[in-house]
């Protein structure tokens, strides 16, 4: 089984075409989408189609319950393209009901019990909008009730921050193990899948990642892709409603 992970496509309908034609390339048999579809970018409805149809399992993240109810707890940018997209929920079109039935039924969490995966969007204690940072390496406690509710392997999104913590409370970045790590059968590991749409680890390329089966361990091979950010910035900067910002980070991968 070769299974694909994405994560925080933010309505960036070019990196997410992107993204998907690389998957087809790379011969995957499944694609699971740790949430946060929606939100900051120009193409909503488009995104959500597309995740709709090519991914097996698709999570509640925190901007998508946003737009399903009042948001709470974001940066006013952040709410005001919550509410705008919400708005191009709203439009009439066939496909209205069947958008918003899909995001009122993403389950917050996935479990693959035979193998030892939980899937999530934030955290395991919080999968829908706890923050887990390269920083918490030095919160021992934190990391340790994570991995007390981990079994083998967890992956998740959130931060937009890609990267493996090991149980040694030690995290390692993608371009410390040259974008391919095993994962042996021995000790747990949280695994931040990285973001599609708007990364933040000041690479701007779309980032997602690849997991195939070798034994008793798994491989883990991350990917970069360019794809046309200036077309993503500029539907930004032409809608009203998002702020200039949301496009202007795209570039800086921040």
């Known amino acids: ?12 309908l070019e990196a997410l075409q992107t993204v998907l034609e690389d998957i087809q390339r790379e011969k995957v048999d499944e694609i699971f989408c740790l949430g946060d579809v929606i939100g900051y970018g120009a193409n909503p409805v488009e ?22 109810f009042d948001p709470e707890g974001f940066n006013d940018s952040a709410e005001q393209a919550i509410y705008w997209t919400r708005s191009q929920l709203e439009r009439p079109h066939p ?7 899909f995001l009122n039924e993403r389950p917050r969490s996935y479990r693959d019990v035979e193998n ?23 919160n021992p406690r934190k990391l340790g009730i994570q991995f007390n509710l981990v079994t083998r392997f967890s992956f998740q999104g959130h931060t937009h921050v890609p990267g493996v ?15 391919e790590k095993e994962l042996p059968s021995e000790g747990k590991f949280l695994i931040n899948v990285g973001s599609v749409g708007q990364p933040r680890d000041n690479d701007p390329r779309a980032c997602y990642v690849i997991l195939e089966k070798d034994g008793p361990s798994y491989i883990l091979r991350y990917r970069r892709l360019e794809y046309p950010i ?23 991968g921040r």
């Open 1 to 12: 089984m070769k299974r694909a992970i994405i994560s925080d496509v933010h309505s960036n």
């Open 47 to 68: 995104c959500i189609d597309l995740v709709r149809a090519n991914c097996k399992v698709c999570l509640l993240g925190n901007h998508d319950q946003g737009a399903l």
């Open 95 to 101: 496909k209205q009901d069947e958008r918003w039935d």
């Open 116 to 138: 030892g995966m939980l899937f999530v969007h934030g955290s395991p204690r919080n999968p829908l909008n706890e923050y887990i940072f390269p920083e918490d390496i030095y």
């Open 165 to 179: 913590f090991s149980d040694s409370s030690k995290f390692y970045s993608p371009e410390e193990f040259s974008y």
């Open 230 to 252: 200036d077309k993503a910035v500029s539907k930004i900067h032409a809608i009203p409603q998002l702020d200039k910002f949301l496009g202007d980070r795209l570039r800086a």
